[in-house]
């Protein structure tokens, strides 16, 4: 018989971390997996960036214009009820161009968030 308890979060109740003025977020970290809340005021830049980690992105509200590759080749504008996965170690770069809510799913969980090692985010 499993020992693990099941944990219930309400995002309302998650502490909202200010990376700066344009970009916020929430994290909820199971085990293996990483569940974020990103905020992302109109102009937001999201700097070119990979991690080893997995990544769907799902835009709930507003738009998100993607840079993918070494080159920043494929440009791919992601919208309200979209999903964008992106594989681990592949370069990304992010724009706002709208006003943003985006639920980020990472495998595994991105260690540089939790222990605040994310210094391309911290303006």
């Known amino acids: 018989m499993s020992t693990k308890r099941s944990t219930w979060y309400r995002w309302d109740d998650m ?4 990376l700066h003025d344009k970009l916020s977020r929430r994290l909820i ?3 293996q997996l990483m569940l974020a ?3 992302l005021k109109k102009g937001c830049v999201v700097p070119k960036h990979s991690h080893m980690n997995e990544q769907l992105t799902y835009i709930l509200e507003g738009a998100l214009k993607f840079f993918v590759g070494d080159d920043n080749r494929e440009e791919i504008v992601v919208r309200a009820g979209e999903v964008l996965h992106l594989p681990g170690n592949v370069p990304h770069e992010a724009h706002a161009i709208e006003d943003t809510l985006d639920v980020d799913v990472f495998y595994p969980p991105r260690e540089d968030w939790l222990n605040k090692t994310d210094s391309y985010l911290r303006k």
């Not at 502490?15 to 200010?18: G, I, L, N, Q």
């Open 29 to 31: 970290t199971g085990d």
């Open 15 to 18: 502490p909202r971390e200010e």
């Open 37 to 39: 809340h990103v905020y």
